[in-house]
């Protein structure tokens, strides 16, 4: 399949994709997530590996970024740090204006069930609820009662309306994730953190989860920031941010999946 380039108003390059280097965690109104120079480092003395390094970027409302880049380059741990499931070592990180990094652990966990949606690869659905009880879970946790309309109406949007009723074991590994975003969803977050959510899906499955995504963005001005490393994913996003050994290696806006493959190839060719 072709990349989409769903690039909005970034503008392209030459080839149709534009590799940009300049300061991407400068403050601009309408950033959903803000990460001012992050460093996050594991261990100490000689044994310690810096999985972060001075990372700054700008995630804006409304759009949606793809984050690529080679094995161990600190895609999973940005996501952490951006999403208040991990701490940076240094730096700071902010979500729709708040600070995070002054956050108490129960007021990290409010704002990650509140303000933040979250989709993996594994749908981490439990067995014994039907689709519906799944979705309905984040708000009963928060000690809301979902009308069971408003259940059905996210579930709906992910075309799952008539499998409401059905346990996970009765659903395809695609409608099990599709219930893993009306889930996410289903809070009206403020961003949504995919980490290879089509990860374990086959090409088919994983282009309709995508094209999800990409309405949320589009039809409901939903912010996306997902970790992948498949080129055909990344080409649903506004633009693609790359990273090499924890630092911020460029990016791409409008891309498509053959120029984010090339563009990746040429990265992990790069001797370290």
Known sequence: MNGRGWGRGRGRGSDGGRADDGDGGRARDGDAVRLRSVSRRYGAGDRAVTALAQVSLAFP???????????????STLLQCAAGLDRPTSGSVSVGGTELTGLSETGLTLLRRDRIGFVFQAFNLLPALTAEQNV??????????????????????VGLGE??????????????????????????????????????????TGREVLELLRGAVDREGQTVIMVTHDPVAASYADRVVFLVDGRVHGELAGARAEQIAGHMARLEAVPC
């Open 136 to 157: 309905a879970l984040p708000l009963r946790l928060a000690g809301r009662r979902p009308a069971r309309a408003e259940v059905r109406e996210v579930l709906r949007r």
């Open 61 to 75: 409302r409304g759009s949606f970024t793809a984050v690529m880049g080679p094995s161990g380059s600190g895609k």
């Open 163 to 204: 499998r409401a009723r059905h346990r996970p074991g009765e659903l395809s590994g695609g409608q099990q994730q599709r219930v893993a975003l009306a889930r996410a969803l289903i809070t009206r977050p403020e961003v949504l953190f995919g980490d290879e959510p089509t990860g374990a899906l086959d090409s088919q």
